[in-house]
């Protein structure tokens, strides 16, 4: 992956779910991994999550604002990618302003790729700095919708 992708280049409409159904993290990270498993970006589902866990130990990923960004740096992925999902409810998370969430933007990238990882993390950090993106994550009605607001965030970058 190159250091300067951009975020819309690893989002594909197949791995973007506004009605998610689980009601726990355990169920929000399989149906997350679910979705890159389906879209091909995962040779190893099973891996991938035990990846993701790795990462979730070591500190909280809920960001605030109803928003968490769980990811995982893992062999199992085959290709670079971000989901996104939404929930009617909100999940209990360990998140830094103790709330629980309903939107996930979750990041798969390989063990190589460092860099990588940081590149997208930083793109979506800034993204959820405008209060307007973090509302139409909460309120947009389609896969479309989600990535046509990540790419005009890309071009007033």
Known sequence: MKEDMLITEVM????????????TKDEIIHEM??????SGVLSSKEQFIKDV??????GPTGIGYGVAIPHG??????????AVGRTRNYIPWESMDEKPVKVFIMFAVNSQDASGMVSL?????VALCDE????????????GEIIELFSRKEETA
């Open 33 to 38: 991994a679910d979705l890159f498993y389906k």
């Open 121 to 125: 993390l930083s793109q979506v950090a």
């Open 53 to 58: 866990y790795f990462r979730e130990a070591e």
């Open 73 to 82: 740096k893992s062999d199992a992925v085959l290709a670079a990618s971000v």
């Open 12 to 23: 594909r409409e197949s791995c973007i779910d506004l009605e998610l159904k689980g009601t």
């Open 132 to 143: 307007a993106v973090i509302e139409q994550l909460f309120t947009s009605n389609s896969a």
